[in-house]
């Protein structure tokens, strides 16, 4: 008998892991091109710069001519064919449109070179613009095709309107696409702040709880209710970008919040999102646009000051928040 | 209460008791070998620069665990009697660290806490009355007094058990009403003691004063 309790004991202990203090398994998601660490950032600042430089003296090199064309055009990359939609709650789907921008570097007489800024995706094209009669410029670029994703561009502007099709070489789960963009500027503004446009679910982590309901006499239906993280209105108040946040206004914020204010950092540089949900959010944001697929080299001091300190909450809420350790 | 009820409750009692110690045992470990950045220690920063709060955190940290798992045996009625040395000894050690290190330590860190002013009363107020009672505990020892002996020490073990509850709270809070993580630690910071104490004084009144009452009245 003794020893059955014993053994009762040691089983209770040996199942009984890490888990039940943390989650050990707890991570946050930071994106590639945004992680400040000392020796990446060296690294990838170097080469980043050197490309930087690269675009910067073509567009210098630019002739005089078509200025109204060179620059950024964005704008939503539709579908064009039968994809699913995104269904994840009454109130909140995707069409798998993504914030694209279209950036015309150069025009050299007839021969096109820019690049294109969608998804996290920062891949080059170069082809051939033909003039038309009625004033409006028709475009043919095509992307390398060393990528799963490259494709080619078909556009025509005018009138400051952008309007075209894209179609891929491989075949992928949505293969073409279409387009309507405008010219914009992009300026680097600490001070822009979250508009109510789209709300935050991050439907990649779901809780999903079933309850029995009595609908009618011994009649029960089961009702499946599924929870996302999102984020509150404080989103809408805290910016990261021009002010050191203080201990005191991060350490209450739930892990969604954290999450938000720390990646409207990135998305003010013009950070192209891989993150679904974190890209679908910012897509939405009218004065977002995709610029870079790297920015690990542009932050501000008091923006990696903010980095490290929601960090630091967003690991421990992670981690710790729902499990019986302190944290 | 009948026998089998009473072996019921006793037999929950040292379950739940071993198994949140042993958790308690979990996150202790984690503190081991010293490291000034590792779970609770990643949101206290500016604290962890004083040398002062890193003594009083790491020593309250190692002798608080050794406190828990010593007093889950003080009150067993069988051990007192038929191992009395256990008793004594288990209790030396269990006064020792809690008035020399566990409580002094304690009310240092309260003077930091997480949660602002709020926190930092109710942790301080637990340290000071955590010395208290131990003390006062250990005084009607000295003096054979041996029912506010054992009241006393009930009320200083419920205390140590804070540790215990304020953890259970924080879990159940998050886990059901989840409240932003500093409301939720503001308030468990309050309910993890009071919660115990609550307790610990009805116990008294009911179980203990009773019996002994009754107790004093045979021998008459």
């Known amino acids: ?120 995706n920062d891949r080059p094209f170069e082809g051939e613009m033909i003039s038309e009669e009625d004033g409006s410029y028709a475009f043919t670029v095509k992307e390398p095709g060393d990528d799963r994703y490259d494709g080619i561009f078909t556009f025509t502007i005018k009138d400051s309107e952008l309007i075209g099709t894209w179609s891929a070489y491989k075949k992928i789960e949505i293969p073409r696409r279409k387009y309507t963009l405008e010219k914009k500027t992009f300026t680097y503004n600490p001070d822009v702040m979250l508009e109510g446009a789209k709300e935050y679910v991050d439907w990649t982590k779901k809780i999903q709880t079933k309850e029995k309901v009595e609908m009618a006499e011994n009649e029960f239906d089961e009702w499946i209710s599924t929870q996302f993280a999102s984020a509150t209105s404080l989103i809408y108040t805290m910016n990261a970008s021009n002010r050191l946040l203080e201990k005191s206004e991060v350490e209450n914020l739930q892990k969604g919040d954290l999450t938000i204010i720390r990646n409207t950092i990135y998305a003010r540089h013009g950070y192209s999102y891989k993150n679904r949900p974190l890209r679908v959010f910012f897509d939405a944001q009218p004065w977002y646009i995709p610029v870079h697929s790297n920015i690990k080299g542009d932050f501000t001091e008091i923006e990696k000051e903010n980095i490290k300190l929601l960090l630091k909450y967003e690991q421990n809420a992670a981690e710790y928040y729902d499990t019986f350790g302190r944290g | 209460m009948n026998q089998a009820k009473r072996l019921v409750f006793k037999s929950i009692w040292y379950l739940s008791i071993v198994y949140f110690s042993y958790l308690m045992l979990l996150i202790t470990v984690q503190y081991i070998p010293i490291d000034f950045e590792v779970a609770f220690l990643r949101v206290k920063e500016e604290a962890m620069s004083k040398m002062h709060y890193q003594l009083a955190f790491f020593s309250h940290v190692y002798t608080s665990i050794i406190v828990l798992l010593v007093g889950i045996t003080q009150f067993s009625e069988t051990i007192r009697k038929r191992y009395a040395f256990v008793h004594r000894n288990l209790g030396k050690l269990y006064v020792l660290l809690v008035l020399v290190i566990a409580s002094p330590s304690g009310f240092i860190m309260a003077l930091y806490a997480n949660g602002g002013i709020y926190s930092k009363i109710s942790f301080g107020l637990q340290a000071i009355l955590w010395f208290y009672f131990t003390f006062a505990a250990l005084r009607f020892a000295r003096q054979r007094k041996w029912e506010q002996h054992q009241q006393f020490m009930i009320r200083s073990y419920a205390l140590t058990l804070s540790a215990i509850s304020l953890r259970l709270f924080k879990w159940i809070i998050a886990n059901t009403l989840e409240l932003p993580p500093m409301d939720t630690y503001r308030i468990v910071s309050w309910l993890g003691w009071i919660f115990n104490l609550v307790i610990a004084e009805l116990y008294i009144y009911y179980f203990i004063r009773k019996n002994n009452r009754v107790f004093t009245k045979n021998k008459h």
């Open chain 1, 1 to 120: 008998m003794k020893n059955l309790f014993y053994l009762l004991f040691l089983t209770l202990f040996i199942s009984n892991c890490k888990d039940a203090i943390k989650n050990s398994e707890a991570k946050i998601d930071i994106e590639k091109g945004t992680a400040i660490e000392a020796e990446d950032a060296v690294i990838e600042e170097t080469s980043n710069m050197a490309q930087r430089q690269q675009q910067e003296q073509a567009e210098k090199l630019k002739a005089e001519e078509h200025l109204d064309l060179i620059g950024f055009w964005v704008g939503y990359f539709e579908r064009d064919s039968e994809a699913d939609i995104l269904f994840v709650d009454e109130g909140y789907i995707w069409n798998r449109e993504n914030k694209i921008n279209i950036a015309i570097d150069q025009i050299d007489g007839s021969n096109v070179v820019g690049h294109s800024v969608v998804a996290g």
